[in-house]
């Protein structure tokens, strides 16, 4: 069954540090997302791409984060300076079409020290 | 109003009960919801998509009512491995494609 992979599952950096997520969408699907989680809080939506474009952004998606997609297959996201409180699960997800449900990644636990 | 709204939990139930959670939502502009589960610290898995007219998949059925700004999930036949956070979203068409989830709503399925 396809799924959307996440590289790596946990990422520890020091504050003030880039850090970039990475992740392989589901390969015929057109829409992506990611989304983060903080430890036992509800997962809060970041930023959806579409058509090699960023189609919706949160308010949570300031300067610090951005999104690319560098080649046919990954899905990036970096965060330039590392705040404490970026520390999270970070999830990508993708789906076929829009509206529609999405299926997600296992995670990349952010740990910033 | 928090834009959708679940009661947290936990619903402890025997096998083989029967368990319905309801989700209200605020944002009017919201077009589509969907039911998701997610095990303890993992990825949310996409349970069923809801619609106006119903949606059933084996023991699980969802309802969206758009006059009460609501969405069920009624699970039959509750099973162990139906543990789990039951997390409602909500999602946006037409342009703007932002997703709302759910605090989410404990279940635990008791043997």
């Known amino acids: 069954e396809p799924e959307v992979t996440q590289t790596p599952s946990h990422q520890v950096t020091q504050m003030g540090q880039e850090v970039i997520l990475r992740c392989v969408p589901i390969?015929?699907?057109?829409?992506f997302y990611w989304y983060r989680q903080i430890l036992g809080q509800k997962v809060e939506f970041l930023v959806s791409f579409y058509n090699n474009e960023i189609s919706e952004k949160s308010e949570i998606f300031d300067d610090q984060f951005s999104v690319e997609r560098p080649d046919g297959s990954n899905f990036t996201l970096k965060i330039r300076s590392t705040k404490l409180e970026d520390s999270a699960m970070y999830f990508c997800?993708?789906?076929?079409?829009?509206?529609?449900?999405?299926?997600f990644g296992q995670g990349t636990r952010l740990t910033v020290v | 109003r928090k834009e959708v709204e679940q009661d947290p939990g936990p619903f402890n139930v025997p096998e083989g009960a029967t368990v319905a959670f309801n989700c209200t939502y605020s944002?009017?502009?919201?077009?589509?919801f969907f039911w998701y589960r997610q095990d303890c610290r993992k990825e949310p898995k996409l349970l069923m998509s809801v619609y106006s007219s119903g949606n059933e998949d084996g023991r699980f059925t969802a309802q969206l009512n758009r006059a009460s700004q609501y969405i069920s999930l009624l699970i039959r036949d509750s099973k162990l491995s139906d543990s789990a956070t039951y997390l409602c979203?909500?999602?946006?068409?037409?342009?703007?494609?932002?997703?709302?989830f759910g605090t989410g709503t404990k279940l635990q399925v008791i043997p």
């Open positions: 979203v909500g999602e946006n068409s037409g342009g703007y494609q932002k997703v709302t």
């Open positions: 997800a993708s789906s076929v079409r829009q509206p529609s449900g999405a299926f």
């Open positions: 390969s015929n699907h057109l829409y």
């Open positions: 944002n009017s502009a919201s077009q589509s």
